[in-house]
């Protein structure tokens, strides 16, 4: 599997050194790129951190691929900028699927993307440049996906709905069928989504109601014994 | 894999289309079945559409088999009446089950049972005929769930649960242990429930929170920066 | 697969036999052990229940190998008082991981933990001696889960976020990444949990909102027709 072009990563946070972790079976991973002013480590797992500025000297972007692994903050406008300025310089940007993660054949996917365990992609649908994917993901038929999206474990897209770009979907949340959600539209944990969004919309869960006894007496109430 | 009954499928929706692409794989499909007012195209996929009144005349119920593709459309009741139709035609109503379903050898599964990717289904639990069982959910032990039941992606059902007839469970519901759905049930995606329902009860999320802010800002003010 | 040593599972509820399912293509299952009370029938699936008192004159403790299979009653301080004396007693508490599981291969466990089917768990993970995890859950990476918790099917935990010991996850529930939950803590079905909890604390969702018309006039009204 060793057997294609060495692979920068571009971040040195905790989704840069998880993605390490998935990619390094399957890639000869040579460095980390980093923005000049983020650089902490000089090394991490024994690869060379590289600021991004000087990135090509010693990394010729037509002998390397990248792969852009840094979180949503700025609503993903990060990720996007760095995929863009790879792109730019001429690196071939690569996804990683897990093994597990059931995508249809006849789906679409771009650069970039990472879709992690147990995902699950239904025929028809397009999944464009730099979008994450957590675990045990459903997206139904006919769901677009736009660029730079960020998708947490759990959740579900029915089918015919499109996200634009730089959306955030919290965990165990769920888009209704048929929508258009905005660009940069985010979507707490647990929330349903069920009508049409505009870009920046920000949509939270209900507070959780607290209960005002301790958990072993709750549980005997519900007669859980 | 192909030396199976050639199969129909009936219906020419999203479903319909769906399934071909599941099952185009494992059998020889000869038909789409349709309505006679709802025929729109004469193929899909350069497969006959064939008017469901004039079906036996081509296709021969002891030489097909046929599996009823079509959405939760008046809670089930028409992929309830198609399923019995061919039923009492004489075809072989057939699963289909995703190979990365996991299914306890206990379990009992009925006829034109659906089941897709990454579910699981733990020991002794017993689904009907014509249910369908979208991703990633979970059925605990001893749960049963009724003819013709609509089960959407992400769906838990705890452990001794009987879910009636022709209910729908919205992506990500949850029904807790023990409890008996009348049939026809609605669960709203989202919604946790939590006591046992009547015939045709409908439960809905709580609306979500429309934050008063734009996406960026409030990821700024949750220090997501 | 059977050259283990021979197994005893504690317990003769539910869990314990839907355990047996999962173990009994692994090991070869020699007795069910059960407080000495709460003995109802003398065999299961042909196999003994044996009083927890007297279980080590026939079963030594150096040649067989244990796990409890009980479900969460006293926020778990049942599992954990079981496991306890079985350790004490010199059994070997095994874990059962359902292979359809996908564990970072630095993810450290515990002693007596029970994986259910499509579970992933990132990397950098830890996960404490006599926890249960459900189906379809996640745990993200750098999260810590304290010995005895329950969690389960369909739930996330986002990065770095550390579980107290006996805490209870309902179905579908999220918890926030970075926090600390405080030791018994219960979270109900589709919850989302956003920030750090205290012993014992108890949050449960909103109610659902229960619509005044039946599923089929509500279909109708969402033009789902």
């Given at each position: 599997m060793k057997g294609q072009k060495p692979l920068i990563i571009f971040g040195n946070g905790d989704m840069a050194k998880m993605m390490f972790c998935y990619l390094s079976d399957i890639y000869n991973i040579v460095a980390f790129a980093v923005d000049d002013e983020c650089i902490v480590e000089?090394?991490?797992?024994?690869?060379p951190v590289v600021a991004f500025s000087k990135l090509t000297i010693d990394y010729a972007p037509e002998l390397h691929c990248a792969i852009v692994a840094v979180g949503f903050v700025e609503m993903n406008k990060i990720r996007q900028a760095r995929f863009e300025?790879?792109?730019?310089?001429?690196?071939?940007?690569?996804?990683?699927?897990?093994?597990s993660a059931v995508i249809a054949a006849n789906a679409k996917l771009g650069k970039n993307v990472i879709i992690l365990e147990h995902v699950s992609i239904h025929p028809f649908s397009e999944v464009g440049d730099?979008?994450?994917i957590s675990s045990q993901t459903n997206l139904g038929h006919h769901v677009k996906i736009k660029d730079h999206v960020w998708i947490n474990a759990g959740v579900t897209v029915a089918?015919?709905?499109?996200?634009?770009?730089?959306?955030?979907?919290?965990?165990?949340?769920?888009v209704s069928h048929g929508l258009v959600l905005g660009s940069e539209t985010f979507?707490?944990?647990?929330?349903?989504?069920s009508g049409n969004t505009e870009f920046g919309d920000v949509f939270l869960p209900n507070e959780a109601v607290k209960f005002r006894m301790k958990s072993q007496r709750f549980l005997k109430l519900l007669k859980v014994i």
């Amino acid at each position: 599997m060793k057997g294609q072009k060495p692979l920068i990563i571009f971040g040195n946070g905790d989704m840069a050194k998880m993605m390490f972790c998935y990619l390094s079976d399957i890639y000869n991973i040579v460095a980390f790129a980093v923005d000049d002013e983020c650089i902490v480590e000089t090394q991490i797992n024994n690869v060379p951190v590289v600021a991004f500025s000087k990135l090509t000297i010693d990394y010729a972007p037509e002998l390397h691929c990248a792969i852009v692994a840094v979180g949503f903050v700025e609503m993903n406008k990060i990720r996007q900028a760095r995929f863009e300025s790879l792109m730019q310089l001429g690196y071939t940007l690569v996804n990683y699927i897990h093994p597990s993660a059931v995508i249809a054949a006849n789906a679409k996917l771009g650069k970039n993307v990472i879709i992690l365990e147990h995902v699950s992609i239904h025929p028809f649908s397009e999944v464009g440049d730099g979008v994450f994917i957590s675990s045990q993901t459903n997206l139904g038929h006919h769901v677009k996906i736009k660029d730079h999206v960020w998708i947490n474990a759990g959740v579900t897209v029915a089918g015919g709905s499109v996200l634009g770009s730089c959306c955030v979907l919290g965990m165990n949340a769920s888009v209704s069928h048929g929508l258009v959600l905005g660009s940069e539209t985010f979507v707490g944990a647990n929330v349903f989504i069920s009508g049409n969004t505009e870009f920046g919309d920000v949509f939270l869960p209900n507070e959780a109601v607290k209960f005002r006894m301790k958990s072993q007496r709750f549980l005997k109430l519900l007669k859980v014994i």
